[in-house]
């Protein structure tokens, strides 16, 4: 594989078909796949969505999980509905993740991710633990397909998703760095956090973005050098911890200048990669 080779995060909706084709035309050959529809999951579907990849001779480097019911409106919301957080749907949740990962395995995806929601912070409170066991199961689950589970960042301080991590203490549980979500959150300046949770990245979302305003309020997604991570010094770091895996890039807006502004990242990453 090529060294820190370029590619997209593709937010499958209804189509995962049209989706597919956009990830050629923006000039790339890998993705992320967010989570399909339940109908592609298996069966009829899933064939022709197989189909669908390996004629468009594109890798899908991870798969995320995705459930009914979330929503990142803004910071208050993102702790009361996102993954396996809260109690109401964590059952749910946890078989749903289980058949996310055997659907990544029946593609041959050796990495699942997801938000896990937010890690309260104090490890005595009894959620913590919950969420703790939880991720357990995740993690065993994906270990039997030989699969990695990448907890994506942001929601909580670089220190406290390490901390969980040990606590998780399985050795499939990795991480997917995304650095403008440290900001977009408040948890803390980027590139530390790389450097806090850099024996566990395995992949990374290339994304960029403000500061937030206000409390409880999430900070502005921007096009990639146009935020605050500062994207040179991003990739510096990660060629210093030695990371060589995927540079996946995330715009999460949608239409033709979503195309626009990843055909200038990917141009953007192309210079800083070197
Ligand atoms: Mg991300």
């Not at 996102?82 to 946890?94: D, F, M």
């Not at 030989?146 to 399985?170: C, N, P, Y």
């Not at 239409?255 to 990843?262: E, W």
Request: hydrophobic residues 35%.
């Amino acid at each position: 594989m090529e060294k820190m080779a370029i590619g997209v995060m593709l937010g499958v909706g209804d189509d995962p078909e049209e989706s597919l084709r956009k990830v050629r035309e923006v000039g790339v050959n890998n993705a992320q796949m967010g989570c399909p529809p339940d109908e592609y999951l298996s069966g009829e579907k899933f064939e022709q969505l197989k189909k669908a990849i390996d004629a468009g001779g594109i890798t899908i480097t991870a798969v995320f999980c995705g459930f009914p019911g979330e929503s990142y409106a803004d910071i208050p919301t993102v702790q009361q509905t996102v993954g396996l957080v809260p109690p109401t749907t964590r059952s749910e949740r946890l078989q749903k993740s289980k058949e996310i990962a055997d659907f990544a395995d029946r593609l041959g995806v050796k990495e699942v991710c997801a938000h896990i929601g937010f890690v309260p912070e104090d490890s005595s409170e009894p959620v913590y633990r919950e969420v703790v066991e939880a991720v357990r199961e995740v993690c065993d689950h994906c270990a039997a397909n030989g699969q990695m589970f990448g907890l994506e960042t942001g929601q909580e301080s670089a220190a406290a998703l390490k901390r969980f991590i040990e606590d998780v203490g399985r050795p499939n549980l990795k991480v997917n760095f995304d650095p403008a979500n440290m900001i977009l959150y408040g948890s803390g300046e980027p590139i530390a956090a790389l450097d806090v949770l850099r024996d566990y990245v395995v992949s990374c979302h290339c994304k960029d973005g403000k500061w937030p305003t206000a409390p409880g309020q999430l900070g502005t997604e921007a096009p990639l050098g146009q935020g605050d991570v500062g994207m040179d010094k991003f990739i510096a770091k990660l060629k210093e911890i030695g990371y060589t895996g995927y540079l996946t890039i995330e715009r999460e807006i949608s239409g033709d200048q979503q195309k626009q502004d990843i055909i200038a990242a990917r141009q953007l990453l192309e210079k800083l990669r070197g």
